[in-house]
């Protein structure tokens, strides 16, 4: 079935504005309404320039029945985003991730039940808690150690993926017992324009733009298996419109890296020495390493990943940042300041 009345959570945040880009550049005929709340991470002016008549922001609470049960009265679709996503403030505060992520969800699948409205449920490698790192492992190298598989066991570390694993097996649950027309897909961490400036890689370099020091978090051994957000986009479409009812994609794009590997590369592309940075005390509970099998997306649905040349994706990003102070600038002071309690 073709989409044309989609509902897109979370679309004016990071990843869900890269993909209402993604659907209005490349599906002119899919009316798009973001449902976002504009938390401090959700900015209007990531839908800025796309064209009226297709894209429709409301702003308003996914865990709102009322309202949601309005707007998915009138949708085809729904595409998940929407969250509280960001690891170190679950920490400090695990309320309003409960609140967002698990009842959110909850009002949402309630809602396409009702009405028998496709939905797709946006989720996080993380709910599968840390891999070993490689060069723990015997015989390590790049052939050394599993990745992460549709069949791997749950196991979150934070409140974050934990509220996120929560969020997953109600989606679960609601396709086996109320028929609910449901995918999930898990994907690694992201990275390319529009993402808050708290997370690590755009916290580096609007650093350095500041004259600040970068921070890295204890060792800097820890993995991320990066993606760039538009091979996420086109992976989550993939899904949305291939996609089998009640399974669950993961999304990769063999991307794994250590966060002091990107340090130094985002410090050569921005002209410092490689050692111009702080280690910080580190995050209690960080996962080890994150690792994603993508084989199943792969080969059964016929995606690939096309932004896989990393140096080139931040190097574009740097230069998104570095274009656009006024996006990012006033809210500076207050996301350091809040780091600079916690000791990071
Ligand atoms: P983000 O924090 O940048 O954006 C979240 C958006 O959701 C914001 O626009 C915010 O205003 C909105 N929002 C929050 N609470 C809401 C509520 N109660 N009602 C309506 N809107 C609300 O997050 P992101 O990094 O773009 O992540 C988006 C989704 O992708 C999340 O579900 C996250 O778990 C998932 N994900 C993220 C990554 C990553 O690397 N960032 C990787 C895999 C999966
Ligand atoms: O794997 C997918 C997940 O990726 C998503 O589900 C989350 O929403 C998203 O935030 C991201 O989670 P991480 O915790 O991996 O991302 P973050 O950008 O916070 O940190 C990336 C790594 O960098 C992590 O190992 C912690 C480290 N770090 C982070 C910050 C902010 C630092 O070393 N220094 C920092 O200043």
Redesign the pocket.
């Known amino acids: 079935m073709a989409y044309k009345n989609i509902i897109v959570t979370g679309g004016a945040g990071f990843i869900g504005s890269n993909f209402v880009h993604y659907v209005a550049n490349n599906h002119p005929e899919v009316h798009i309404t973001v449902l976002d709340k504009l938390t401090y991470a959700g900015n209007r002016e990531n839908l800025a320039g796309l064209p009226e008549g297709q894209v429709e922001l409301v702003v308003g609470d996914i865990a709102d029945a009322q309202l949601v049960d309005k707007l998915v009265s009138q949708a085809d679709a729904v595409v998940h985003y929407a969250a509280e ?4 403030n679950s920490l400090k505060n695990p309320f309003p991730f409960i609140q967002t992520n698990i009842i959110g969800t909850y009002t949402l699948i309630e809602a396409c039940r009702k009405y028998e409205v496709r939905f797709h449920h946006v989720s ?3 709910v599968y808690g840390d891999l070993p790192l490689r060069e723990d492992l015997p015989g390590h190298g790049e052939g050394a150690g599993e990745k992460f598989t549709p069949e791997t066991r749950y196991n979150p570390s934070s409140p974050y993926s934990s509220s996120k694993a929560s969020s997953d097996l109600l989606v679960r649950a609601w396709v086996r017992s109320f028929g609910l027309e449901a995918t999930i897909s898990n994907c ?2 992201n990275y390319g324009p529009y993402q808050h400036i ?3 890689i755009p ?1 580096q370099i609007t650093n350095i733009l500041s004259g600040i020091r970068p ?3 204890g060792s ?1 051994k ?1 993995v ?1 298996d990066w993606i760039h957000t538009n091979d996420h986009s086109s992976a989550v479409w993939t899904i949305l419109n291939k996609g089998k009812i009640g399974e669950t994609y993961l999304i990769g794009a063999d991307g794994e890296k250590n ?1 002091k590997d990107v340090l130094e590369l985002i410090l050569e592309q921005m002209g410092q020495p490689s050692d111009a940075y702080d280690v910080v005390k580190d ?1 209690p509970g ?1 996962d080890l390493r ?1 690792a994603i099998d993508s084989t199943k997306l792969r080969e059964e649905l016929g995606w690939k990943p096309e932004f896989t040349n990393f140096e080139d994706g931040m190097k574009d990003t740097i230069a998104w940042y570095t274009a656009h102070e006024d996006w990012w600038k006033s809210e500076k002071e207050a996301v350091e300041n809040n780091y600079k309690q916690n000791g ?1």
């Open positions: 996503s960001h690891n170190d996080t490698d993380e690694s961490n708290e997370k690590f916290r921070k890295l978090y800097g820890n991320r966060n995050r960080h994150y990071q």
